[in-house]
């Protein structure tokens, strides 16, 4: 109920795949998805292993609630260690993959070893086929998807894969989904190439059931409800995400040219209206928004470019409607390279959804090389011939299909800004933290970001706490730790149930409690608990963390948000306070001051 | 009166709410592989449209089943089945000219849309009113209407 309570165990070195009960004490203690998956890694991998090498473990996990009527019910998570930080790794994903898993019968799927040969996983239901993919490696997300149906006769199949990308170790490949739904962060892509596994294509017929259906439908009309009349919602639907752009903009919290500046003077032509407005050629950039599974929020973005654009005027295979700009892209192909060219970014966005890399880590790294190039200390040489100049739009598409194929300086691109900038003997031009880029925020003007960034156990990422709401009305760091923690908490409970955290904007932990208590087995689902799992899972990330080698000296920014003080906006003139939260936060979450959680705190959470 | 799905795919998102009411009223799980109601995305989601049966006045299944399992609902107008008198000869589904009868493995019985006896649950799953339920007289009036307001005039004085 809720669960499937069946996991589906694949071997790539022995070539086996089987199923196993779920354990159940497990479940109750970490509900799924990504709090399941980490207990999962965390007690069958050694953190020390080599990410890339067959040691590692790959886990596909859903939620209790995946697959259910519960608005947004589509997610599921990648949890591994990531290739990118050497952290654990959880991307979680929405389109139609992780519904289609579930209905196969299964809450999660492990995949270990390597496999000496590449191959891809074909499921239907009980029937479990390891098949060789040497027909499809070496190709796109795209074309794999295509092909899989075809060959197998089914398109009811749904397709997870990765491109060149993940085939070559770019360390910020992704699994893409239903062609433009991503597992997208860490390089959760580069594992799955790692272990030679081209794709996973699944097709489901069992089903799933909840507790007590009536409760169930009962909650389902409510929180609907409440999300339709929600203007939050209103706007991911009408705007999408890429709506961020304009307040981060206004605010100053928007990082332009590598984080030199916040703000970027041509936000107005790849912001939301921009998207929606028409050309004089009569080109409309956005077609339609789309929905992920379950999802009544619908924020995706589906988009094309305009065909007179020097990406494609030639190339009529991209004249086709695809995953349009979300915040996260615009952003790291726009102000982070101050590109202002709509079709430039759009065309982007549709490669890297195409060969299956992350934008934000590979805008970041991009950022940095454009940086490293207008100093001087790489050129035309390196860079084969390209002006890697900030505001080169064509330099953007050039590299953007580089990395996808992993050629030229696509692959020192792959390698990440951390160690492309230490190869080149700068690493204060790198931005990021535990070596993974940052989302569009600025940690000098939102201050608690920065501390979500830091402390953020895949390292920086804007998705793993929400400080927002305190980071618009204060723009210093007092008092930001404790909300920074508890949106950790609560978020990672909510990553675990597989829902999105965008009906956020809607519901609070009393309405994932309903949906969680209506449809999971026991009768003491309380608001205390929940939380407490949430709290329970970040632990365990930590945990894995600090054993994996990382320590409190990980848990750092920058230099340029630590010393170099914001040029404009709302935070003029500030840096990070950073040096004044981390302490702050640590002995909120019952850490020591070197950020190890006390006996006390795990003995608390039940994990001493 | 009687009444009808009337679907808009230029409003569906593709959520496939629809899909999973539809399994849940018809066989208790949510389900979308046993959906009587299918979302077809095309264009890499440009376009996503719900097809299910129109309920035909002249119903070719009806009139091909062997073993009269299926009759016409004069209250709703639906075209249903009787389990258990369907012997799973599938000839329904050949007849049908737009394959939306299907035979289903799990239950060896046909399956179809039978407008969940006047409640049709996709309709009341849709969270952007691409399905709805309306008189089966007027499907068209909605956009009757919206091309009469192109011929619209000033009021006369």
Redesign the interface.
Known sequence: MGWQKKILRVNLTAGTAASEPLNMEWAHEYLGERGLATKYLYEEMDPTADPMGPDNILIFATGPLT???A?TSGRYAVVTKGPLTHAIACSNSGG?FG?ELK?AGYDLMIVEGRSPEPVYLHIVDDEVEILPAEEIWGTTVWHTEEHLKAKHQNP?LKVASIGVAGESGVRYACIVND??RAAGRSGVGAVMGSKNLKAVAV????????KD?KAF?QAVRET?AML?DNSGRKGLTELGTNDMIDSMQEFGGLPTENFHKVQFDGVGKINPGAMQATGPEGHRNL??????????I?C?R?A?INKTHFTIVNRPEYR????GLEYETAYAFGPLLCIDDIDALTYAAFVSNEHGYDPISFGGTLAAAMELYEMGVIGKDDTDGVELKFGNAEALTIMAEKTGKYEGFGKILGLGSKLMCEKYGHPEIAMHVKGQEFAGYDSRALQGMGLGFVTSNRGACHLKHDVFAEDMEDQTGKGKAKPCKDSQDKIAMIDSTGLCLFTTCAWDVPEFRRQIAAACEGDDWTEERLIEIGERVWNVERMYNLKAGLTAADDTLPQRLLEDPAPSGTAKGKVSDLPQMLPEYYEYRGWTSDGEPTTQTLQRLGLK | MQKSLLIDPAKCTSCLQCEMACSLEHTGAFNPARSRIKIFEFEHGAQAIPYTCTQCAEAWCLHACPVEALTRNPETGAVELNESTCVGCKVCTVACPFGTINYVPETGKVAKCDLCGGDPKCAEACPTDAIVYVDAGWTGYDRMRDWAVRTHAEPRT
């Open positions: 697959g259910t009527m608005s139609k519904a209905y009811l062609l433009h097709h489901g017929t069992r089903g799933v059931t909840v259906p439908m609907h339709a077609i339609t928004n789309k929905a992920c599974f379950g999802c009544t619908a995706g589906i094309h086709h409607a695809s995953g």
